[in-house]
């Protein structure tokens, strides 16, 4: 049995698992939303922004993934949202299976949407489906405006990109256009929006446009 | 046959070619160092200043790793040094497999430092032993000072911290004494260097302890 048979039965099976969460998010009539980004883009930043924002008109609770510590889900845990954490020990992203997990422990009934905060990784992530129904990318502007390109396949799967830590633009050597073109030229389907959370900006945009999506879900 | 028993199947075959790796820097006095980090946070800068200053002093190559594109062997190939590109395609590290091919590539003789750049990933290449003399662990300001305790593998695995875009700490959320004081507590034995490669800032503190290393092992 060669190992990418075995690869290829966990990706099958995981599949499987993120079907049967779809199928659950369906039934409910939530809005899943798988983030996805490197270490310290600002993905809980981002939820923190827009749970200040959209508290009050959608019912938002949030899975956390993280390699080791609580901290997302007590930062988060400060909106009065339900969330649960998932610690991977060491594991490289979130499986279907630990978030079919983590649904077991929360109340899904009146939900719009769901934040799944993923592992901070841009490499591995990009495979696993967990049942959502978009991958929301966070790519900072302090990575660099080549990303797109050198880490294609989050940016191919993804449905929606935010561009974070767009304040910090005047001090570093980032194109956010370059950046955006080379997301488009990967998967030209991409949502851009440009943000910060230290100043705000674009979160009105982001939170318009999900309260919309999240609206249609229910 | 269960899939743990094929990852550590998997992991040592790797040590296996790991090991055959360090014997030939050893033969030839090259200290390898294993450049590790997330995307972005400037392991390429951090190659590109350490040419500049240690090319004339020492005789330096360099092996990139990257999930697509040979950008960062362009970047480096500027400096007149030997470099060889991986291409993981979609890989989420580097292997020992993938560092002997390259080197096969190369000149070893009268070389005094190998620099291999990893895959752009905090987890993942914290597991892979590629033969090196250290990891050398790139963790950019912008990233937040948690990181450490939420990434412990790879601080734990490290010889060298370098706390890189220590310029921009004055717009960040992000105290340098923290991040130190956490990745101190993961690995106390960790050398750390606060850098910048937009002001040079510590890039003379880190390339003298270079020197001095390189100049040992040679």
Redesign the interface.
């Known amino acids: 049995?060669s190992?990418i048979t075995?690869e290829r039965k966990?990706l099958e099976k995981n599949d499987e698992i993120a079907s049967r969460n779809r199928a659950l998010f369906k039934q409910h009539g939530i809005l899943a939303l798988n983030l996805v980004s490197?270490?310290?883009a600002g993905k809980t930043s981002i939820i923190e922004r827009t749970l200040e924002r959209l508290g009050k008109d959608l019912k938002v609770a949030v899975v956390e993934g993280?390699?080791?510590?609580d901290?997302d889900a007590q930062r988060v845990a400060r909106y009065h949202v339900p969330v649960v954490q998932i610690v991977t020990n060491?594991g490289?992203h979130l499986e279907a299976k630990l978030v079919q997990e983590a649904l077991s422990q929360m109340d899904l009934g009146g939900l719009d949407v769901l934040i799944i905060e993923n592992?901070?990784?841009?490499?591995?992530p990009a495979n696993y489906d967990l049942g959502e129904a978009m991958k929301v990318v966070v790519l900072?502007t302090?990575?660099?405006d080549?990303?797109p390109?050198?880490?294609?396949?989050m940016f191919r799967n993804a449905s929606v990109l935010l561009v974070n830590?767009i304040?910090?633009v005047p001090?570093?050597?980032c194109n956010p256009a370059t950046l955006k073109s080379n997301a488009l030229q990967i998967n030209p389907h991409l949502q851009i929006f440009e943000t910060s959370c230290?100043t705000n900006a674009g979160i009105a945009d982001w939170c318009g446009w999900l309260k919309e999506k999240g609206a249609r879900t229910s």
Chains 1, 2 share one sequence.
């Open positions: 049995m190992i075995i966990v490197s270490p310290g993280d390699v080791q510590t901290y060491g490289c592992v901070g990784n841009l490499v591995c900072s302090t990575e660099g080549d990303k390109l050198k880490y294609p396949n830590k304040d910090l001090y570093l050597d230290t």
